[in-house]
């Protein structure tokens, strides 16, 4: 009876090895630490696997008209899907907003940025680090502040641009530039992180309205579509929330998560 026992559960872990899948994801560089942790909890629900790429949106777009093997694009806005539906590499009707992002304005010093940005004022900093405008939402959200806050003209000279969010906050950790606009999730992300920082108002900059969206290449993925479906329930919104992320009202999280594949 043993015998028959242990072969029933080899073959039944077999079968689940076989239906779990593995789905590509290109993610923008903001949501890196959100994203490892869902695709942690996304393994845990379902056995499938998320394969994770970081980088900027903009040059996401263009990696998957150039054939980029992705099945899954978690973008920094709202904006970077309508060329690839267009391609018809993007499904339009699976986009939905995942989350709402941040800006703030970080330096790794204590006490360098102040409670209001009065810093952006001064003359008290060589380099202002802030993300490619054309590329990254962050980084456009950024130069609405400084034009906001007629500031522009003034620190121009003194920016220092990044690829992607990620590069930015690199230049700032890294001491080479004494300040820079960053994602608040990046800031969040590192408790052991020093500094000072102010979260900038809402009302001076566009909202930042992150999207996802299943592309072609994974409407046949049970995997994609799965993961899909995981980032609206209840325990990725928490997730995402942690980081300092608003979940938009109107898209409601379901209930439940997706089932684990059945043997």
Request: avoid cysteine; aromatic fraction near 8%; proline fraction near 5%.
């Amino acid at each position: 009876m043993k015998v028959l026992s242990y072969a029933l559960l080899a073959l039944t872990l077999g079968l689940s090895a076989v239906q779990a899948a593995e789905v590509q994801v290109a993610v923008a560089s903001n949501f890196t630490k959100p994203m490892e942790k869902i695709a942690e909890a996304f393994k845990t629900k379902t056995g499938h696997d998320a394969k994770l790429s970081f980088g900027a949106s903009g040059a996401f777009v263009t990696q998957i008209k150039n054939g980029a093997p992705f099945e899954v694009f978690l973008s920094a806005d709202d904006k970077k899907a309508a060329p690839l539906v267009e391609e018809k590499l993007a499904i339009a009707d699976t986009a939905f907003i995942y989350a709402q992002g941040k800006l703030a304005l970080w330096s790794a010093q204590d006490k360098f940025v102040d409670d209001q940005g009065k810093v952006l004022e001064g003359d008290t900093f060589k380099h202002i680090a802030i993300a490619d405008p054309k590329l990254a939402p962050y980084g456009t959200a950024a130069m609405q502040v400084l034009d906001q806050l007629k500031l522009t003209d003034k620190v121009k000279a003194k920016i220092v641009q990044g690829e992607n969010i990620g590069q930015t906050m690199q230049f700032v950790s890294t001491g080479n530039a004494e300040l820079g606009f960053v994602a608040l999730s990046q800031v969040i992300a590192e408790p052991s992180q020093t500094g000072s920082v102010w979260i900038v108002p809402d009302d001076l900059y566009a909202p930042i309205n992150q999207q996802a969206v299943l592309l072609t290449k994974g409407e046949n993925n049970e995997a994609a579509k799965a993961l899909m479906d995981f980032l609206k329930s209840n325990e990725a919104v928490s997730i995402i929330e942690t980081f300092g992320y608003k979940v938009p009202a109107t898209e409601t999280p379901s209930t439940t998560t997706p089932d684990a594949p059945k043997s």
